[in-house]
């Protein structure tokens, strides 16, 4: 538990723990890899200037990138009303989506005593309800992009979506 965030099961953290599940083989595999990580990096910033440009005022929200700092984009979190729903009509797209850190630090198990309870941050909850990954792996293309695109816009505009 500790080597994986303190979690038994992904993303309910019961003890404080770290991010060190890395062992040997993955290790010698990204070893190999690193000599492309720049280029990796280079590619999901272009991805997400693709989704900036044609999402930034459909869905709720998009990532902001301070003047002072970069962003390498991991994750490509957008923020929506109804994300159930919102991931529902993606699926019937065909186009696969996230939900990354449901649960706010706060409310952990592993946080239980510092007195946090539901309410107590709700800007901070109402985010984690409402947050959702889009598609983003340096290798995606132009073409997959515009299907994501198009699929969020299009269920917008049919208000099958009430983003």
């Known amino acids: 538990m500790l080597r994986d965030h303190g979690s038994r099961i992904r993303y309910k953290h019961e ?3 770290v991010n060190s599940r890395l062992d040997e083989l993955q290790a010698a595999v990204l070893r190999v ?8 990096n280079a590619a999901r910033q272009a991805h997400a200037q ?3 440009l044609h999402l930034e005022n459909i869905v709720e929200t998009i990532p902001i990138i301070r003047s002072w700092g970069t962003h390498v984009y991991c994750y490509y979190v957008v ?9 529902k009509v993606l699926e019937e797209e065909g186009i ?14 592993a946080c239980i005593h510092y007195s946090f309870e539901r309410g107590s941050l709700p800007v901070t909850e109402a985010v984690a309800e409402n947050i959702v990954s889009l598609p983003m792996y340096a290798e995606l293309t132009a073409e997959q992009l515009q299907v994501v695109i198009n699929a969020i816009k299009k269920n917008i505009v049919l208000g099958v979506s009430s983003v």
């Open 15 to 17: 003890i404080l723990g």
């Open 33 to 40: 890899k690193l000599r492309y990580l720049e280029q990796w």
């Open 50 to 52: 693709v989704y900036k």
């Open 79 to 87: 923020r929506v009303q109804d994300r159930d729903h919102f991931r």
């Open 96 to 109: 696969a989506t996230g939900i990354h850190y449901p649960i706010p630090v706060h409310l952990q198990p």
